[in-house]
């Protein structure tokens, strides 16, 4: 009976004297490049040095924030490798396929992992966009570079990104436009400096997925031509436009067209009298916005 006894509390106490708190075994272990020592228990080790040293003194010094320096200065030590995207994402945020690198004063395109989709950089110093930029970047749908200081744009820099939806390069210092992407949707270039003579001839004509074209608060001296029919916003307030023809918006020999997808035209602050072209308005279903006397 003794024996089954010493048996029965062996069996019952023995599991619960093995195994760590459930915090240790869940905790994340860091290790700097080139060595096998673990940061987490470094940090560890520091902690507990310190908290001797503070009961010692007696002196009132907030343990989890020296905790959070030191292992802060011991990651921002960390070289990074060509295997890893560490550089960007610890300037910038990568969120399941997304960059945010905003209003923090880069003046370059940072190296993106291959899987980014959406890549937000407002409000940077950003004054070139290079070919390389986006070479191996394949996978981008959506590019926001307002509020840079964008003066050129590489030739070729959005040709490989046949998936890119959505575009904006608005408050930027562009003059002329770069080649664009044929699955755009929407293009912002508001508040540039483009002239007429920066956008080519066929700029838009083959992007027939285009709905909505910002180019307000330019310097065009005329309607871009060559519209695409899926267009069903256009913005171009407060350029220089003088004069548009019959064939700007519809065509003129064909009475019976009529674009059924345009919702919207501002042409508010351009010096030119919208009354004295009323035929270039027939196949519209709406009249654009801007000064009729």
């Known amino acids: 009976m003794e024996t089954l006894q010493a048996t029965f509390f062996l069996f019952v106490f023995v599991p619960l004297v093995n195994p760590a708190p459930p915090l240790q075994q869940e905790s994340l272990q860091f290790y700097e490049y080139d060595t096998d020592v673990p940061m987490g228990s470094l940090t560890q080790q520091d902690y507990e040095m310190q908290s001797k040293d503070i009961r010692k003194d007696g002196t009132n010094i907030s343990l989890d924030t020296s905790l959070i320096l030191q292992s802060d200065d011991t990651q921002l030590d960390v070289p990074p490798t060509k295997d890893t995207n560490l550089p960007t994402c610890l300037l910038c945020v990568c969120l399941s396929g997304s960059v945010y690198c905003e209003e923090i004063d880069i003046e370059a395109v940072p190296p993106l992992p291959k899987e980014t989709a959406y ?175």
């Open 119 to 293: 890549l937000y950089a407002r409000f940077n110093k950003i004054k070139r966009i290079a070919a390389s930029d986006f070479a191996d970047i394949t996978t981008l749908r959506r590019i926001d570079f307002s509020g840079n200081r964008i003066e050129e744009i590489e030739d070729g820099a959005f040709s490989k990104l046949l998936l890119l939806e959505e575009l904006s390069l608005a408050e930027n210092r562009l003059v002329k436009l770069p080649v664009l992407p044929p699955k755009l949707t929407t293009f912002n270039a508001n508040q540039n400096r483009i002239k007429s003579r920066g956008i080519k001839a066929n700029a838009f004509k083959k992007l027939t997925n285009l709905a909505y074209l910002y180019l307000g608060h330019n310097a065009l001296e005329s309607v871009p031509l060559n519209l695409p029919e899926s267009l069903r916003i256009l913005h171009l307030q407060y350029n220089n436009i003088t004069t548009i023809t019959d064939d700007t918006f519809c065509k003129s020999n064909n009475t019976r067209y009529i674009r059924t997808r345009m919702d919207e035209i501002r042409m508010e602050g351009n010096p030119i009298v919208l009354a004295k072209h009323v035929n270039a308005f027939s196949c519209l279903r709406m009249l654009p916005v801007g000064t009729y006397y």
